[in-house]
């Protein structure tokens, strides 16, 4: 089969808040081939990818990412290798592209999983997938009694782990970032795992970041992510020598397979923390699942948005069973639930479990986001190069671009 169309569903709240909650909005892409149908997200702004899809072509190297899918033959796993390898070629100086591409993919395995009955993680060479134990990832609070308070409704919901991020937190001093992390330990109790994330609030700031190992290390924090941009290699690296037990996390940032190796390699993280919506999707961020297997450092996904992103950010580590710990998106907001019409729930041992039907297993709900979808179109000389798709209509092809050859 080829790829016949590709849609992509501009998705928003009614307000966007200045916050570090990226369950605000969203793009939802839909791919359509030999009859099937596939869904992925990609974890960017959705305005710049949608432009990344279909730009006119500014040269041999920077043409839109959807020349390089469109007719693209689709029956078997490499041939969703050899679609990354040809957006990444042809697009190579739009620097949008990785993270459009990231949503496409995640489509592509989806659609591949329905036509072969398979669900993706097997497709991705994996005999099984193994439980992961999610932890509850909200922001800090304002204050530290709203950080107890969130701490104390995770406990209250069976999650053992608990990640709180970004808020006031590293923006204040070092002794009020204390009351925030103990806050969270109380709320937590003492048997549970507390995880914090700096939401690169430093830049590259070592002195800054160094400033809170203390706290850091009297809450028994498991780790500290993020403390720095994903570029910061030797302060990274420092940090993580002058860190004891807690560990150092990052990768998020990574926006291709080159990149989260460095981090790996260059450091000194205890766990890389990958996004499929924005690495290059589901097939790089199983590359890069690989080498932190080879290099003993654990991988976790990010995900902070809907459970289509959810599963799918899942699948590229399903087999290796001692990488357990999984980000489980807490207090999303509307949109993001709405997206799909079941949700990945920890079972009653507190575990996230893969399904084993075609796909990624989730089903999107269209008839739910008429409300927040945001309507949109591209003109360039007069010419419509994109116009909002219809929600409930077949998969209508992009003007111009849409139909295969």
Not at 165 to 194: C, K
Request: negative net charge; aromatic residues 8%.
């Amino acid at each position: 089969m080829r790829v016949e169309a590709i849609d992509f569903f501009y998705l928003s709240m009614p307000q966007v808040l200045d916050i570090g909650d990226g369950s605000q909005d969203a793009l939802l892409v839909r791919v359509s081939a030999g009859g099937e149908v596939g869904y992925g997200e990609c974890e960017a702004a959705p305005l710049p990818s949608i432009a990344s899809l279909v730009c006119p072509m500014s040269h041999s190297a920077c043409k839109p990412v959807a020349a390089s899918v469109l007719g693209a033959k689709l029956d078997d796993p490499q041939d969703i290798v050899r679609i990354g390898d040809a957006v990444r070629a042809n697009s190579l100086d739009l620097l949008q592209a990785d993270h459009t591409l990231s949503g496409i993919d995640m489509a592509l395995w989806d659609l591949l999983g329905k036509h072969l009955s398979e669900p993706v993680w097997k497709l991705l060479g994996w005999q099984r997938a193994f439980p992961k134990m999610p932890y509850f990832s909200v922001l800090f609070g304002d204050s530290p009694q709203e950080t107890l308070a969130k701490a104390r409704h995770a406990r209250s919901r069976g999650f053992r782990a608990a990640k709180f991020g970004w808020g006031p937190f590293g923006r204040a001093t070092p002794a009020e970032d204390e009351t925030q992390l103990a806050a969270a330990r109380e709320g937590l109790g003492e048997d549970g795992i507390l995880l914090v994330d700096a939401g690169t609030v430093w830049n590259a700031d070592l002195a800054a970041a160094r400033a809170r190992l203390p706290a850091l290390q009297r809450s028994r924090a498991a780790w500290l992510e993020e403390p720095f941009v994903s570029g910061a290699l030797g302060e990274y690296k420092q940090l993580s020598n002058e860190s004891g037990a807690v560990g150092i996390a990052g990768g998020e940032g990574c926006h291709n397979y080159f990149m989260a190796k460095h981090m790996i390699d260059y450091a000194g993280l205890t766990y890389v923390q990958i996004d499929a919506g924005r690495i290059g999707g589901i097939s790089v961020a199983r590359q890069v699942a690989d080498y932190a297997l080879s290099k003993g450092v654990t991988y976790v996904n990010h995900t902070f948005t809907s459970h289509l992103a959810l599963s799918a950010s899942l699948q590229p580590y399903a087999g290796i069973e001692n990488h357990e710990i999984c980000e489980y998106p807490a207090e999303p907001k509307a949109l993001a639930l709405a997206i799909t019409r079941n949700h990945l729930l920890p079972d009653a041992d507190g575990q996230v479990r893969l399904s084993d039907a075609p796909g990624l297993a989730i089903e999107v709900n269209l008839d739910g986001l008429a409300s927040y979808l945001v309507d949109t179109e591209i003109r360039v000389a007069g010419k419509t190069l994109y116009r909002t798709p219809v929600l409930k209509a077949p998969p209508a092809p992009l003007p111009d671009r849409g139909k295969a050859p």
